[in-house]
T-cell receptor
Framework: DQQVKQNSPSLSVQEGRISILNCDYT??????FLWYKKYPAEGPTFLIS?????DKNEDGRFTVFLNKSAKHLSLHIVPSQPGDSAVYFC???????????FGPGTRLSVLP | DTEVTQTPKHLVMGMTNKKSLKCEQH?????MYWYKQKAKKPPELMFV???????INESVPSRFSPECPNSSLLNLHLHALQPEDSALYLC?????????????FGDGTRLSIL
């Protein structure tokens, strides 16, 4: 049973426009949510996180929004750049635990 | 430039071989992890070491044997693997315990079992 879901396997966006990647979760006990980016032949790279007590966290072009009542979070990238083309994983964790649960990933393609 | 170094990058082995995967970090992180990732799937946690002690074993078969010789090194010893064990094996580290500590990943070892 998938606790973290990313229902869009892929997304294509024009350069300069906004990319919105979505993630849903089922376990209301998660305390933190993280986004990772993965290029081919490389390990995942941490992008941004959000605590369950917040509803928004921003870092440069990346903003994560959390809707706890809907058990939904989204990553906004604006403006999108060709270098953002990668697979994006949503992950969730509990504060007192070391087990991060990853979603299946969304492949983002930013077209020039 | 990854701060978590994994060797080798690629490994091909037979089902009767014994080999080891190595992972090294010099960020002073006290938690280290092994993940297995199959194609088009998310990383799946295998083992967690916290302060050089095994704290999580996600019911991994005994043909995978982790070892943490010191706070900077993490090994994964492989013996009598099966073809279905072919995957990308990722090592990660984090500053401490707790779900609010982002993990830093290495680039992985791509393992193929013949």
């Amino acid at each position: 049973d998938q606790q973290v879901k990313q229902n869009s396997p892929s997304l294509s966006v024009q350069e300069g426009r906004i990319s919105i990647l979505n993630c849903d979760y089922t376990n209301s006990m998660f305390d933190y949510f993280l986004w990772y980016k993965k290029y081919p032949a490389e390990g995942p790279t941490f992008l941004i996180s959000i605590s369950s007590i917040k509803d928004k966290n921003e870092d440069g072009r990346f903003t994560v929004f959390l809707n706890k009542s809907a058990k939904h979070l989204s990553l906004h990238i604006v403006p999108s750049q060709p270098g953002d083309s990668a697979v994006y994983f949503c992950a969730a964790s509990k504060l007192y635990g070391q087990n991060f649960v990853f979603g299946p990933g969304t492949r983002l393609s930013v077209l020039p | 430039d990854t701060e978590v170094t994994q060797t080798p990058k690629h490994l091909v082995m037979g089902m009767t071989n014994k080999k080891s995967l190595k992972c090294e970090q010099h960020m002073g992180h006290r938690a280290m992890y092994w993940y297995k990732q199959k194609a088009k799937k998310p990383p799946e946690l295998m083992f967690v070491y916290s302060y050089e002690k095994l704290s999580i074993n996600e019911s991994v078969p005994s043909r995978f044997s982790p070892e943490c010789p010191n706070s900077s090194l993490l090994n994964l010893h492989l013996h009598a693997l099966q073809p279905e064990d072919s995957a990308l094996y990722l090592c990660a580290s984090s500053q401490g315990q707790g779900g609010n500590q982002p993990q830093h990943f290495g680039d992985g070892t791509r393992l193929s079992i013949l």
